[in-house]
């Protein structure tokens, strides 16, 4: 008799059985870089980690390491991977000259890229992105950070436009026909052309005719629009899903393809809805007829959603998904919704005066990076930071600007 019980017994006998079969494994594994084992199993009761926690003393006769405080930054080169995408975004043309049938001095294109914006030097977009400075038909509460570059002009829209071009350098100038909704002046889709006329006779960049977002309304004033600027290659904003429940979506393609203009599809923040509209626009008009807007939101109000989603249709196209080969607009002047950007605020957030320029640059410089085409601005400060950094980006080798590789030390 042991004097154990019977399952002391039995786990005695396995422990010994275990260790009298190690010397075997060792010599059968002796030599062996892999071993696999099939229908293994191992059971572990209670399993503790000890971490050291590196606060233990000293070892005797040994000193602690210095610690230096680095004084530069570490010198690294970047070498971006090549890579080759199978998509590429449609070309659209902005504007007529006269030999195009228009009244122009020159004509825009935007679209055309092969690879994600401003990766390399060696792969710059086709064509640069191109900035559009707001008019409204009728006086608006606008910040008075704003209204102070425009309130001279701000009861004329052909004056506010011509000040627009040949002050601050616009590209395009985005007349906004607010007049025309049905709830503020309800003025009439021939008022509204008869606007559009003048704008075009003080100005001869192309034109963007952003609508006032009633989609019976917007069908008539676009139809009107169209008819009245023949030729002049307009851009139309904005045809929407909801224009199909109204019936009017195809009124609006149809006086575009009729007198030679493109049209901009609006969706919110939605990849299937903005193919959704791309193929019902496919039916009356050609990809060179058609730009994209997914909607920008403000900074600070989901701007990273407008990033997102920009990013996503952008890569998609590139990789083949053709619904979604179209260039892109952003209304980068939404930044001014956001309260932050207008607002007085305790002086350690600076000056609004400074703010909201910076708020509306911001938005624009985000979807920059993430492949917009053209963008609907109000700062004329705002337009100018975003032109030279598109200027330091595609200049190779471009030398840091002063100040810039502070960042690290810097105390604000």
Known sequence: MTGLDPHEEKTTAETRHVQDAIPGLLAMLSGKKRVELENFTMEI????????????????????????????????????????????????RLGAT?????????????????????????????????????????PLPLSKVLKENVKDVM???????????????????????????????????????????????????????????????????????????????LLLNSVTLGMTETKTLDLVARAAKEHGHAVLGFTGLELN????????????????????????????????????????ARHAALMGDTELQQPTISASTNAWAAREAWMKMDKKYGSRELRGPLWETINA??????????????????????????????????PVPEGVARWATMKI
């Open 45 to 92: 009761g209670d399993l503790e980690l000890w971490i050291p926690t590196g606060t233990g003393a000293t070892p005797t006769g040994s000193t602690a390491p210095v610690r230096v405080k680095p004084t530069t930054l570490f010198t690294e080169t970047f070498i971006p991977s090549h890579e080759e995408f199978v998509g590429r975004i449609h070309e659209v």
């Open 273 to 312: 809805k903005a193919k959704e509209l791309n193929r019902r626009l496919y039916e009356y008009l050609p990809p060179e007829d058609i730009v994209m807007d997914l909607t920008t939101v403000a900074l600070g109000y989901g701007l990273e959603y407008s990033f997102t989603i920009h990013e996503r």
């Open 155 to 233: 009861n004329d829209p052909a004056e506010w436009a011509r000040m627009n071009v040949k002050k601050y350098g616009a590209d395009m100038i985005t007349v906004h026909l607010m007049s025309t909704d049905p709830l503020i002046s309800d003025a009439t889709p021939a008022a509204a052309a008869r606007t559009v006329e003048d704008v075009l006779q003080a100005v001869d960049v192309p034109l963007i005719i952003g609508g006032c977002g009633d989609p019976r309304k917007d069908a008539a004033v676009f139809c009107k629009v169209a008819e009245v600027a023949d030729g002049e290659r």
């Open 98 to 138: 006269k030999s195009e049938g228009g009244s122009r001095s020159r004509s825009l294109v935007i679209g055309g890229s092969t690879y994600p914006p401003f990766v390399s030097a060696d792969h710059l977009p086709a064509h640069p992105p191109v900035f559009a400075l707001d008019v409204f038909d009728m």
């Open 365 to 398: 410089l985000t979807l920059l990076l993430a492949g917009v085409d053209i963008f609907m601005m109000m700062h004329p400060a705002a337009i100018r930071t975003c032109k030279d950094t598109i200027r330091m980006f595609a200049e190779k080798d471009a």
